[in-house]
Structures are given as structure tokens and as C-alpha cells.
């Protein structure tokens, strides 16, 4: 059953092939086997599992059911569950308890869909390896030594291996297509305000977006109708109509223009990466697409840029884990100013401290100016580049990262190194638009991951051009030999 589209297994339930019941078991089953050499989930919801999918039957039965009634689902750890831990990867809530669900999860909740547990992630979202979490390192299911990348590793990890068939992560600068393209599935990071962010604990605020992990682009589709639309408890979500993402899926690319960017293929990406990402150049071709050499010449600034505004914002999202109110306090404080210093210096990691206070830094008197401010208006002409390529193109195709995972441990004391794992997806943050990866071939039995980026709002035309490769390609069915059976 592991192995079955969204498509499949729903007509299964429906045709009564198996029962959710069944179904969600045999998931839980795997999780138990497998986590273990993975460590891809934090928490394991199994007694409101079961529950939750003898419910789903009660819907198929009476004919109410939609495409994922039923279907098991693994939430990144970032989505406030009501009743359920909510960690974020961080020592600072391991004893959080949320009071509430997050809108993406009551969404899912109302369409069916039966949540098997919490998947592992870098502190806070920050990370590109999945090492900086309090819980540990989640491992890559091709090879156990190598990073599933991050911070949506665990998501990731758990869809690669079969542990869920889909699953929910969160993209600030490349958090769900990297580890995507690490793992071999494929990842969506929709247009900035498509899913609501009520209930996805921030980390910078005007980069943060919620997406779906699955095997393929026709069951992201599925699973980004479900996530999709207009929320009032968020400000920042868009109130636009939402297609049905499933319906445009098998459009012709005949005539159809796709940019290649040339500073996506200079120095510093590996050789076997750009003959993959140039084997599906080709397979674009024979669909009918035509291919046109484009520019984004401040791509080389989009890092630096990044790395200035989400610190920032996450100096300002992250002063409430101050040991007060809820989360980790440290123990007999002797005052106010002792309860705030220790419970954040005992609670956050390396990584996230350094990211405060690099945030806190730029944003201090004599400095904004000169950082924060320089960094938002070169953020603005990083949108205008895209602006103007898509005046000429109708996708932009790049490879989703420079290289195939690094071994765990190989870029913990070199965070520039790691910090250039997410050089080809972060400009697609800065600029709001929304971006795919989706599994391009191999390296050295390691995935090598392909980058659609589409104009704000074309989630449905990212879907259609990822949906076309996969109908001429195997490698998004491609399961690790361990997890297969």
C-alpha cells in the first residue's frame, strides 16, 4: 500500500480494497520499523490515528469522503496541533502542549486526512541539514550517513522512505524543495500568502510559507487544494480564488517558454548535477517546450540579502521564549533578568542563538540603516529581475541545489558552507514566488533534485510543467531499496 498514488489509494478506500483503518496501521507499522535508523519523527500520534481513520471509514461509508479522506498525513513539527506537542525542534518547547490546531492542520483535519505524528526539523527552521534539532539528526533514508537536508527533514525523510505518503513542511529560504531534492520527492513551496500561516510558528515573517511533501506533483496537487485559501486570522494571506490544482495537470507544453537562468549554471554547481539537470532540459524539449537563456543578475546578492532580513525577523519572532508564560524555564531563577538569560541560553541552540543575534545586531541604532534597510531595497530589485524574465518565459528551471546531500556532521562548524546549501532557492523566498523540486535522476546513488520557479500565483502551471516530466520519467517512483518492501 506504501507504494500507491493518492489517486490509488483513495479508489482503494473507496472501492473498499482496504480500510483507512487498515491503511493508517500499516503506516504506523512502518514508522515503528523504520523511524528508529531515521529518526525522522518527533512524536507519533497513534491511539488518535486509529481514531481518526475509523472515522474516515464512517465518511467512505456514507459516501461523504473527498481525495484524502482517510489518507495518512505527517506534520512538520512546526504546525501547532491542538493537544499534541508542538516542539519546533527546540528544547524551548519540548513540554509544549498547543491549545490549539493551526489553520493547515484543521484544514487537512476537514478533509479527511488521519495525522500519524510530527516530523523532526532544524531548531526553529533554521538549518539546511536537519542537524540543528534538539531530538538529533534525521538521516537520509538512501544513506544513513548523509543530511535529508532542512529544516524540513524529517517531513522529507518520512515521504522518501514511505513512513507517510504525504506530508506538511515550510519553506523560508528553501526549506521544503532543498531537502526535497536531497531525498528524491518532490516538494512545493507555494506563493507567499496562498497557505495560511496562522498556526505555523514564525520564524521570519515575510518569508515563511507552508507547503506539501509527497512522491509526485499530481499528489502535491492534491494536498495544496486541501492546504490552500483564504484565512482572516492571517494578515498576510491573499484572498484570491483557488484553482483545482489537479485539473490543469495534463496541459500540453507545446509552445510553452522555459528561462534557464545563466548564474544558476556557473561556478560552484557540481558537474553530474548540471548533466542531470541538462537530461531534463532535454526531456522539456521533446515535450514541446522551448528553451531561452535568461538573466537574474542579483542572484549573487540574494544570500547575503537573506541572511541580514531573516535573522532580524527572527530576533523579534523568537523574544517570546522567554520562560514565562510557557515552554522551558530554566531552574530557581534568582531574578527576572536570571529567569530570561539562562532559560534562553539553556533552551535555544548554537544556530538559532547565532541567528538572534546577528538579527538583533542589524537591527540595533547605527546599524539598521546600513544593513536592514540596504538589504530590503536590494531584495526589491531581486523581485524586479524576476518581474522582467517573466515577461519573456513562462517557467524559470534551475537545479534545486548545488550538489547532492554532505555527510552528517561534514558542515556543522562551517556555517557559510552550510548557509550556500540554499543559494538557488532563496531568492525564490525573497521575491514571494512560488517554486517546485522535483526528483531529476541520480549522483553517486544519492537524488539530484530539478527546480521549477513559477510568477506569483502560478502554482497551477508549476504542477502541469512537473506533472509532464514525471509522466516521461520514473524517478519520482524511485523508493531506497531498504524502505521498498
Known amino acids: 500500500m506504501h507504494n500507491l498514488s493518492i489517486n490509488d489509494l483513495a479508489r482503494g478506500l473507496r472501492e473498499k480494497h482496504f480500510s483507512s483503518a487498515e491503511l493508517t496501521e500499516h503506516f504506523l507499522k512502518r514508522i515503528k520499523q523504520f523511524n528508529p535508523k531515521l529518526n525522522a519523527f518527533i512524536t507519533i500520534t497513534e491511539t488518535a490515528a486509529i481514531k481518526a481513520a475509523k472515522e474516515a471509514d464512517h465518511k467512505l461509508a456514507t459516501k461523504e469522503a473527498g481525495p484524502l479522506t482517510g489518507i495518512p498525513i505527517a506534520h512538520k513539527d512546526i504546525f501547532c496541533t491542538d493537544g499534541i506537542k508542538t516542539s519546533c525542534g527546540s528544547k524551548i518547547l519540548d513540554n509544549f502542549i498547543a491549545p490549539y490546531d493551526a489553520t493547515v492542520v484543521?484544514?487537512?483535519?476537514?478533509?479527511?486526512?488521519?495525522?500519524?505524528?510530527?516530523?523532526?526539523?532544524?531548531?526553529?527552521?533554521?538549518?539546511?541539514?536537519?542537524?540543528?534539532?534538539?531530538?538529533g539528526p534525521v538521516h537520509n533514508p538512501w544513506d544513513h550517513d548523509y543530511v535529508p537536508g532542512g529544516s524540513s527533514g524529517g517531513s522529507a525523510a518520512a515521504v522518501a522512505a514511505r513512513l507517510a505518503p504525504l506530508a506538511t513542511g515550510t519553506d523560508t529560504g528553501g526549506s521544503i524543495r532543498q531537502p526535497a531534492a536531497l531525498t528524491g520527492i518532490t516538494g512545493l513551496k507555494p506563493t507567499y500568502g496562498r497557505v495560511s500561516r496562522y498556526g505555523m510558528?514564525?520564524?521570519?515573517?515575510?518569508?515563511?510559507?507552508?507547503?506539501?511533501?509527497?512522491?509526485?506533483?499530481?499528489?502535491?496537487?492534491h494536498l495544496l487544494n486541501a492546504m490552500s485559501g483564504f484565512d482572516d486570522k492571517d494578515s498576510t494571506s491573499v484572498n484570491i480564488a483557488v484553482p483545482d490544482y489537479t485539473a490543469s495537470l495534463n496541459q500540453s507544453l507545446k509552445g510553452k517558454r522555459i528561462g534557464l537562468p545563466k548564474e544558476y549554471f556557473g561556478d560552484g554547481l557540481n558537474a553530474e548535477v548540471a548533466a542531470r539537470i541538462q537530461d531534463a532540459i532535454r526531456a522539456y524539449e521533446k515535450l514541446g517546450a522551448t528553451i531561452k537563456e535568461i538573466s537574474l543578475p542579483n542572484t549573487g546578492l540574494s544570500v547575503p540579502v537573506y541572511y541580514v532580513i531573516a535573522p532580524a525577523e527572527c530576533s523579534s519572532n523568537l523574544a517570546r521564549y522567554d520562560g514565562v508564560r510557557y515552554g522551558y524555564r530554566c531552574d530557581k531563577p534568582k531574578d527576572l533578568e536570571d529567569l530570561y538569560k539562562r532559560s534562553r541560553s539553556e533552551g535555544f541552540g548554537n544556530e538559532v542563538k547565532r541567528r538572534i543575534m546577528i538579527g538583533t545586531y542589524v537591527?540595533?541604532?547605527?546599524?539598521?540603516?546600513?544593513?536592514?534597510i540596504k538589504a530590503q531595497k536590494i531584495r526589491r530589485l531581486i523581485c524586479n529581475d524576476f518581474i522582467n524574465a517573466f515577461k519573456e518565459v513562462d517557467i524559470i528551471l534551475s537545479p534545486s541545489t548545488p550538489a547532492p546531500a554532505f555527510k552528517i556532521g561534514e558542515k556543522t562548524s562551517d556555517p557559510i558552507s552550510m548557509y550556500l546549501s540554499d543559494i538557488y532557492t532563496i531568492a525564490i523566498n525573497l521575491a514571494g514566488l512560488p517554486g517546485i523540486s522535483v526528483p531529476a535522476g541520480f549522483v553517486n546513488g544519492l537524488p539530484?533534485?530539478?527546480?521549477?520557479?513559477?510568477?506569483?500565483?502560478?502554482?497551477?502551471?508549476?504542477?502541469?510543467?512537473?506533472?509532464?516530466?514525471?509522466?516521461?520519467?520514473d524517478w519520482h517512483r524511485t523508493i531506497p531499496q531498504e524502505f521498498a518492501s
Open 106 to 135: 484543521q484544514q487537512l483535519k476537514q478533509a479527511g486526512a488521519v495525522l500519524v505524528g510530527k516530523t523532526n526539523m532544524d531548531e526553529f527552521a533554521m538549518g539546511s541539514s536537519n542537524e540543528t534539532s534538539y531530538y
Open 201 to 221: 510558528i514564525a520564524f521570519a515573517s515575510s518569508l515563511d510559507q507552508g507547503g506539501p511533501f509527497a512522491s509526485s506533483a499530481e499528489d502535491c496537487a
Open 363 to 372: 537591527l540595533s541604532a547605527g546599524y539598521y540603516d546600513a544593513f536592514y
Open 448 to 473: 539530484v533534485g530539478m527546480q521549477l520557479i513559477g510568477n506569483l500565483f502560478a502554482e497551477a502551471t508549476l504542477l502541469n510543467f512537473a506533472h509532464a516530466y514525471q509522466t516521461v520519467t
